[in-house]
């Protein structure tokens, strides 16, 4: 049994086991706009892996007819999302004046900085995906917003299936995207059997099926579960079972900021935090400037930490 990745790591839930070097983690059910997702990321005692600091996978809905993904105008800062369907399409729009079209295989990475404001609609019944987030390093994250569309990420060919290459590396295949820390991101679909991936001894890793149960290493990870991989590992041995699996693959160098998390922002400190709600809430169109969407603006909630007169 290894150690615990970071201290705060003893912290774990009840739903939650180590094997070998892998710890699985219950994920857990949240709300974002009108979808309900479950929270891979972050978890109890654990808010990052690499930079990675956001999973939530969509889940599909239990009515007939479905509401159509609907995110209204809603601030960003100190992070980059990524924006990743299994099934429909969607469109994304933001306040660099950004329209664009997103279908499954194809990447929106959108880089925040110390401010942008985006929507998601989905425009096709049944959208299924899974949004991430990456930590913006000190570095980058007071910088400019920014935006890309990747159409055409590179595939590595798996002795059980394949990868597509979201951001980073894996093996010779490298994606186009922008990074800002050292990190991977990729989908994996395997058919039965076990396959050796290359891992980067500096790196983290978690891996989050979507579709079909998974082994790694010794431990067994479902869908609603993570499972996570601690750094100085050179190689992850991954298995599906019968009916195959769908899996999403993120790891990196272990940020080394303590990062503040709240609603939609990422800095370091609770200030930082406040500054960026009280710009959303009272429509500072410099920080977050205003952009067409036929969806309803999403208002912040008051910061627990900030009182009513203040
Ligand atoms: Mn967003």
């Not at 705060?8 to 180590?18: E, R, W």
């Not at 290459?165 to 295949?173: I, Q």
């Not at 099926?209 to 190689?235: A, C, F, H, Q």
Request: net charge negative; proline share 7%.
């Amino acid at each position: 049994m290894s150690g615990p990745i970071r201290d705060s790591d003893n912290d774990m839930s009840a739903g939650d086991t180590v094997t070998g070097n892998v710890e699985v983690r219950e994920s857990r059910v949240a709300t974002v706009g009108n979808l309900g997702v479950v929270r891979a990321l972050p978890t109890k005692g654990r808010r990052t892996v690499g930079a990675w600091c956001l999973v939530d996978v969509m889940q599909p809905s239990d009515a007939l007819e479905p509401d159509p993904m609907e995110i209204g105008p809603h601030p960003h800062i100190g992070l980059s999302t990524v924006t990743w369907l299994l099934e429909g399409e969607a469109l994304h729009s933001d306040s660099l004046g950004t329209e664009q079209p997103l279908r499954p295989g194809q990447l929106n990475l959108m880089t925040s900085g110390r401010g942008i404001a985006h929507a998601e609609l989905g425009t096709s019944p049944g959208v299924l995906g899974i949004q991430m987030w990456i930590a913006q390093p000190e570095e980058t994250r007071h910088g400019d917003p920014a935006f890309e569309h990747h159409g055409d990420l590179p595939r590595k060919d798996l002795a059980t299936g394949e990868a597509i290459v979201m951001v980073g590396s894996l093996g010779d295949a490298t994606s186009p995207a922008r990074t800002d820390t050292r990190l991977i991101g990729a989908e994996l679909s395997l058919a039965k059997g076990e396959v050796t991936i290359q891992a980067e001894a500096t790196f983290e890793y978690a891996l989050i099926p979507v579709e079909g149960l998974l082994k790694v290493n010794e431990s067994i990870v479902e869908p609603g579960y993570m499972g996570l991989i601690p750094t100085g590992t050179d190689e992850l041995r991954i298995e599906a079972g019968d009916s195959g699996a769908r899996a999403m693959l993120i790891g990196g160098e272990p940020l080394g900021e303590q990062v503040a998390m709240w609603w939609n922002f990422v800095a370091r400190t609770k200030d930082e935090l406040t500054s960026a709600w009280r710009d959303w809430d009272s429509g500072d169109t410099d920080r977050f400037p205003e952009f067409a969407s036929i969806l309803d603006r999403i208002e912040a909630p008051r910061p627990m930490w900030v009182s009513a007169d203040d």
